[in-house]
Nanobody, 127 residues
Framework: VQLQASGGGLVQAGASLRLSCAASGRTLGSYAMGWFRRAPGKDREFVSGISKSGGITSYAVSVKGRFTISRDNAKNTVYLQMNSLKPEDTAVYYC?????????????????????WGQGTQVTVSS
């Protein structure tokens, strides 16, 4: 599966952005999906994940209550709605796909669980 992330940009603190991750090559419903980010000088970190059906979502503590992940399998697209953005949210955001099924049904937070990655989209939040 090929992933294309989009929707990043430069915004002021408190603003909102919606990232999209479009999949091609295979139906998105076969994958649990995750959003990760890498800030300058830091490792890539988990932001949010969603199960194959969309019924189970998970979030990093730093974004819980501000970000919402969703998916539309009919459109082969996963979204990350980001509200109340902060300067510390500045990073390159990546979407990723994991074909495995876990007993919990939950998308994994480890980068090693994901086989496919999009190219990343830059989000910059000014203070």
């Amino acid at each position: 599966v090929q992933l294309q992330a989009s929707g990043g940009g430069l915004v002021q603190a408190g603003a909102s952005l919606r990232l999209s991750c479009a999949a091609s090559g295979r139906t998105l419903g076969s994958y649990a999906m995750g959003w990760f980010r890498r800030a300058p000088g830091k490792d890539r970190e988990f932001v949010s994940g969603i199960s194959k059906s969309g019924g189970i979502t998970s979030y990093a503590v730093s974004v819980k209550g501000r970000f919402t992940i969703s998916r539309d399998n009919a459109k082969n697209t996963v979204y990350l709605q980001m509200n109340s953005l902060k300067p510390e949210d500045t990073a390159v955001y990546y979407c990723a796909a994991d074909p495995r099924t876990y007993s919990s049904g939950r998308a994994q937070s480890a980068t090693s669980a994901y086989d496919y990655w999009g190219q990343g989209t830059q989000v910059t939040v000014s203070s």
